[in-house]
Nanobody, 125 residues
Framework: VQLQASGGGLVQAGDSLRVSCTAS????????MAWFRQVPGTEREFVAA???????YYTTSVEGRFTVSRDNAKNAVYLQMNNLKPEDTAVYYC????????????????????WGQGTEVTVSS
């Protein structure tokens, strides 16, 4: 599975942005999909996940502002980010897991077998 993320950019605090991820090579409708983000010099941080059944999970800092969704017909997953804050600045990675993952591992980056190249989001104050 190849994952191609896009849609990043430079925005101002309070703005909205939607990043997209398109999968190729296999159909990912039964895969667990997620977004992680990373600031250089820090560990990758879980942002949001959506399981094959549509159930969603978020890290606390983005709940109420970010929405993860998927379009199985397009083999794609999206992250709608509203009311962006400077602390949301990072490279955002789209990831996929063919096996769920189990609920207790949704936020663990090691649960995901496939990683995209990342798209950079910069939020200015």
């Amino acid at each position: 599975v190849q994952l191609q993320a896009s849609g990043g950019g430079l925005v101002q605090a309070g703005d909205s942005l939607r990043v997209s991820c398109t999968a190729s090579g296999r159909t990912v409708s039964r895969y667990g999909m997620a977004w992680f983000r990373q600031v250089p010099g820090t560990e990758r941080e879980f942002v949001a996940a959506i399981r094959y059944n549509g159930h969603t999970y978020y890290t606390t800092s983005v709940e109420g502002r970010f929405t993860v969704s998927r379009d199985n017909a397009k083999n794609a997953v999206y992250l709608q980010m509203n009311n962006l804050k400077p602390e949301d600045t990072a490279v955002y990675y789209c990831v996929a897991s063919p096996s769920g993952p189990i609920l207790s591992a949704v936020r663990d980056p090691q649960s995901y077998h496939y990683w995209g190249q990342g798209t950079e989001v910069t939020v200015s104050s």
